[in-house]
């Protein structure tokens, strides 16, 4: 009796990854938002660089939690667990992704 209370090890691999894959989907769109800020700036644009030290602030370390926890979390779903791996693997390379933007745009004379 005492032991129908625990969750069972499936649900807690399910509910982490369900967490990892949350995680992971926002700071993908957080980073889409950043993309293209950075491409369409508005106004001066010198604000840029602080908006791309926020992005490696954000995205990384969530981005690595949220890729260990669908790695670690064995006893899940599978699709949640590929979700999980494709929107982490997003999240860590947008910053990446971003800074090359931002220098090929300061770098083209048009």
């Known amino acids: 009796m005492l032991l129908a209370r625990f969750p069972r ?9 369900v967490i990892a894959v949350t995680l992971a989907s926002l700071v993908v769109l957080y980073g889409f938002a950043a993309e293209y800020a950075v ?3 508005r106004g001066a644009g010198e604000w840029t660089a602080r908006l ?3 992005v490696y602030a954000v995205n990384m370390p969530i981005g690595t939690f949220s890729l260990l926890l ?5 006893k899940g779903k599978p699709r949640l667990r590929r979700a999980g791996l494709v929107a982490s693997s997003i999240a860590l390379v947008l ?3 971003i800074s090359g933007t ?7 004379p048009f």
């Open 52 to 54: 791309i030290t926020a």
């Open 70 to 74: 669908c790695l670690l979390a064995k």
């Open 95 to 97: 910053p990446i992704v």
């Open 39 to 41: 491409i369409f700036p």
């Open 9 to 17: 090890e499936d649900t807690v691999g399910t509910v982490a990854q």
């Open 102 to 108: 931002d220098l090929l745009r300061n770098a083209l």
